[in-house]
């Protein structure tokens, strides 16, 4: 079974930056879309963009100024680049694999529907 971990969070000051990983087991992401997620407790797990089986970035509207999604050449990576944190940034960054990755008219359609998630690592932001 495919699983996912994710690594990179830890204590950030306002404005800093951070990369956290996503890292695949074995079998690697073999070709699925990736999408990058962020969970406060007590509210609704938040869709930040997604990368495409072919390496293509997609963004929610909100995240795009700020985040960049990559994956490696050997599809068993992914990486997600944060930029000018503020303590609302503080939540657990969650990747996942095997879902919808696309856009509708232009605009990125985000879904909630993976097949395969990693547990999480956490961020916190410092004022």
């Known amino acids: 079974q495919l699983q996912l971990a994710e690594s990179g969070g830890g204590m950030v000051s306002l404005g800093g930056s951070l990369r956290l990983s996503c890292e695949a087991s074995?079998?690697?992401?073999?070709?699925?879309?990736i999408g990058w997620f962020r969970q406060v407790p007590g509210k609704k797990r938040e869709n930040l963009g997604c990368?495409?089986?072919?390496?293509?970035?997609l963004y929610a509207e909100a995240w795009k100024d700020r985040i960049t999604i990559t994956r490696n050449q050997h599809n068993n990576a992914s990486y997600l680049n944060l930029e000018n944190l503020n303590p609302d940034d503080t939540a657990s960054y969650r990747c996942?694999?095997?879902?919808?990755?696309?856009?509708?008219?232009?605009?990125?359609?985000?879904?909630?529907?993976?097949?395969?998630w990693g547990p999480g690592t956490q961020v916190n932001v410092s004022s």
């Open positions: 074995e079998q690697g992401f073999q070709g699925f879309a």
């Open positions: 990368i495409t089986g072919d390496g293509r970035p």
């Open positions: 996942a694999t095997n879902g919808a990755c696309s856009t509708l008219w232009g605009r990125y359609m985000p879904s909630d529907a993976w097949g395969y």
